[in-house]
Structure formats: structure tokens, C-alpha cells
């Protein structure tokens, strides 16, 4: 009966798919379809996916895309040493990096949180 086991499911496959048919999967977006969508609705997706996958790179390379980080990095100057968690980091950015405050370098943002998705969503 054990021997039989891996054949039972493979006569259940092939019935379910025939050859030339795919198994359902849930629906992907692609990426026209990734900045379509409502700016926040995108940002939270990207930073949810990011948090997720413990990313603080992401984060950091947003944060380096601000003028405030830009100025500061013109000036030789330091914000200073990251500290705390990836929490601390995510409520940060999503303050930061709301629709109302990204401004004109919205484009930007929306180019970097769709990258990030197809790059690493599964």
C-alpha cells in the first residue's frame, strides 16, 4: 500500500489537470496592473511584503531617496545610527512615505514599491 501511494496521487493530478492545463493558482498582478493601484494601497503591499521578508535594506534604500537624506548627504552630514527594530523602522516609513508627503517624487516611489513586489512576491 505505501508503494501505491505516490501513483494514487499522481492518477489524482491527472485527472484534475489534464496535460496542456495549469492548476488554478491565485490571481498575480503584473505590473501595469501594480501601479494602477491607489498609491497608499501599493506603498502598504511593498512595506508588508518588506516587513515580512525582514528587508531593512528596502527601507533604507527609500530613506536614502528622501531631499532631507539627499541634503544631508550633500553636506557630509548624519542622521544618525539606525536603532530599534524593523517595527520601529516600518511605522516610520509609512509615516514618511504617506501620499500626501512623498509630493512630486510620488512617481519615484510608486516605480520602487512595484519593482520590490515583482521582484519578490511569490
Excluded at 508588508?48 to 534604500?61: P, V
Excluded at 527594530?85 to 519615484?108: C, H, K, N, W, Y
Aim: net charge negative; aromatic share 12%; no cysteine.
Amino acid at each position: 500500500m505505501v508503494d501505491r501511494f505516490p501513483d494514487f496521487w499522481g492518477w489524482v493530478a491527472e485527472r484534475l489537470y489534464p496535460a496542456g492545463t495549469e492548476p488554478l493558482s491565485s490571481p498575480r498582478l503584473t505590473g501595469v496592473e501594480y501601479e494602477d493601484l491607489p498609491y497608499d494601497e501599493l506603498r502598504d503591499k511593498a512595506f508588508d511584503l518588506a516587513e515580512k521578508r525582514h528587508d531593512i535594506g528596502f527601507f533604507l534604500d527609500l530613506f536614502n531617496h528622501t531631499p532631507a537624506m539627499q541634503q544631508a548627504a550633500a553636506e557630509g552630514g548624519s542622521l544618525g545610527e539606525i536603532g530599534g527594530s524593523i517595527i520601529d523602522v516600518v511605522r516610520a516609513a509609512r509615516e514618511t512615505f504617506g501620499e500626501e508627503q512623498v509630493g512630486e517624487m510620488q512617481p519615484l516611489f510608486v516605480a520602487n514599491f512595484a519593482t520590490y513586489l515583482r521582484a519578490h512576491e511569490s
